[in-house]
C-alpha cells in the first residue's frame, strides 16, 4: 500500500470514528440510565433467587452467582461514569491523588472479574442441565443437581477469574509526574499534553520485546473469556435441546418412572438458556474481536482506536441483557412468580393452583430449571 493509500485509509477510518464517537457520546448516557434500572432489577432479583425455596438445585444456585455478577457489574459501570476521568480505557487512568489512581484500578480489576464470570456461569448453567438431562439414569451424575454442586462451581470460577485478573492488572504500575505523554487513546477525555500528577505504565515485564508478554496475555483471555463460551454455549444448548426432544419422543422414561413438569412439557424452562446462549452470543462474540485487535495493534493504531470506541456499543447489550435475565426468570418460570408473591405477600388463585397440581404430580429436579 502506498504512502497515499495509507494516508486515505487512515483519514477515512478518523471519519468513522468521529461519526462512531458521536453516537457513542449518547449511549454512554443511554447506558447509565440503564445501569441504574439494571441494578434495582438485580437486587430485587438477587433477593428472590436467595429465598430457601429458590435455593434448591446447582442451576438457581448458579442463576445468583449469574445475578451477583450482573449486579456488581453494574456497580462498576455507575462509578466509571461519575468518578472516573476515562470511562473506556484503564490505561488512561490518571488523578492528582495516588490513591484515587489505585482506587480506579481495583474497579476496573472488579468488572473484568465479574465480566469473565458472568460469561463461564452461562455455560455452567447449559453443561449442568444438559449432563442431568442426559445421564439421569447415571447415578453419579444425579448429584449435579444438587445446590452444593452449584455453590462450588460458581466459587470456584470467581476465585478463578480473580486470580486471572490479579495477574493481568500487574500490567500496571502507578508513576508520578510521568515524562512520557499520556496514549493517543486518552486523548477523547483528557489532555494528553498534560502531565497528570500520577498516572499508569506498563512495567518492564509486560512492556520488553514490543509488549510480547502483554500481547500473548490478552490472546489467551479473548480465547478463554470469549471465543470458547462462544462456542461451547451454542453446542451445549443445541445438544440439550436434543435430548429433551428425544425424551420428549420416548415419554420421558429413561429406565426409570419420570414425570415431568407441565412447563417442561411445553420447553418453558429449556427457553430460558436459548434465550441466554442467543444473546451472550451477540454481546460476547464481538467483544472477543475487539479485544483482539489489541493483540495485532498499537494502542495508538487507528483501527485499535475506532475498535475501542466500539465498546460502548456492546457494552449497552450487556446491560440490556442483565435487565433481561430477570425477566426471563418471571416469564418463564412459576417457582419464581410463586417465591414473589410470598414475598410481597400475595396469595394465589386457589383455582389456578389447583389446576397446576393436576397437569404437574412431579418434577425431577435438575430437569425443572426454575
Given at each position: ?18 461519526v ?22 438485580n ?62 484500578l ?17 455455560v ?5 442441565r ?43 504500575m ?55 463460551p ?14 429433551l ?47 483482539l ?36 426468570c ?41
Amino acid at each position: 500500500m502506498s504512502a497515499g493509500d495509507s494516508g486515505s485509509a487512515n483519514q477515512t477510518l478518523q471519519e468513522v470514528a468521529t461519526v462512531v464517537n458521536g453516537i457513542g457520546s449518547y449511549l454512554h448516557q443511554t447506558n447509565f440510565i440503564l445501569s441504574c434500572i439494571s441494578l434495582v432489577i438485580n437486587s430485587f432479583h438477587l433477593l428472590v433467587l436467595s429465598r430457601k425455596s429458590m435455593k434448591t438445585s446447582s442451576t438457581n444456585i448458579i442463576l445468583i452467582g449469574l445475578s451477583i455478577s450482573d449486579t456488581i457489574i453494574m456497580l462498576t459501570t455507575l462509578y466509571k461514569h461519575y468518578v472516573m476521568v476515562d470511562m473506556e480505557n484503564s490505561d488512561c487512568v490518571t488523578s492528582e491523588y495516588r490513591i484515587k489512581v489505585y482506587m480506579d484500578l481495583t474497579v476496573w480489576s472488579i468488572l473484568v472479574v465479574f465480566r469473565r464470570c458472568g460469561c463461564w456461569l452461562g455455560v455452567l448453567m447449559a453443561t449442568v442441565r444438559y449432563f442431568v438431562v442426559k445421564k439421569i439414569t447415571v447415578s453419579r451424575y444425579g448429584n449435579w443437581s444438587e445446590p452444593r454442586v452449584g455453590w462450588v462451581m460458581v466459587f470456584s470460577v470467581f476465585c478463578i477469574s480473580g486470580l486471572q485478573t490479579i495477574l493481568y492488572q500487574s500490567r500496571w504500575m502507578v508513576v508520578e509526574n510521568r515524562s512520557v505523554p499520556l496514549p493517543i487513546n486518552c486523548a477523547e477525555y483528557q489532555n494528553i499534553n498534560r502531565a497528570p500528577q500520577f498516572s499508569t505504565m506498563l512495567t518492564p515485564f509486560f512492556s520488553f520485546d514490543n509488549q510480547i508478554v502483554l500481547r500473548s496475555y490478552v490472546m489467551f483471555d479473548s480465547i478463554v473469556t470469549k471465543f470458547i463460551p462462544c462456542i461451547a454455549f451454542p453446542i451445549l444448548t443445541i445438544s440439550l435441546l436434543r435430548v429433551l426432544r428425544k425424551m420428549k419422543k420416548s415419554g420421558g422414561n429413561s429406565g426409570r418412572k419420570i414425570s415431568v413438569s407441565s412447563e417442561e412439557k411445553k420447553g418453558l424452562t429449556t427457553k430460558l438458556i436459548v434465550i441466554l446462549t442467543i444473546s451472550f452470543f451477540l454481546t460476547e462474540a464481538p467483544l472477543g474481536f475487539i479485544y483482539l485487535v489489541k493483540v495485532f495493534f498499537d494502542r495508538n493504531d487507528p483501527i485499535l482506536l475506532l475498535s475501542t470506541d466500539f465498546v460502548i456499543y456492546f457494552s449497552m447489550l450487556v446491560t440490556i441483557n442483565s435487565i433481561l435475565h430477570p425477566t426471563f426468570c418471571v416469564m418463564m418460570s412459576s417457582q419464581y412468580r410463586d417465591s414473589i408473591r410470598k414475598m410481597l405477600g400475595v396469595k394465589r388463585n386457589p383455582k389456578m393452583s389447583s389446576a397446576r397440581n393436576k397437569t404437574s404430580v412431579v418434577s425431577v429436579q435438575g430437569i425443572q430449571m426454575t
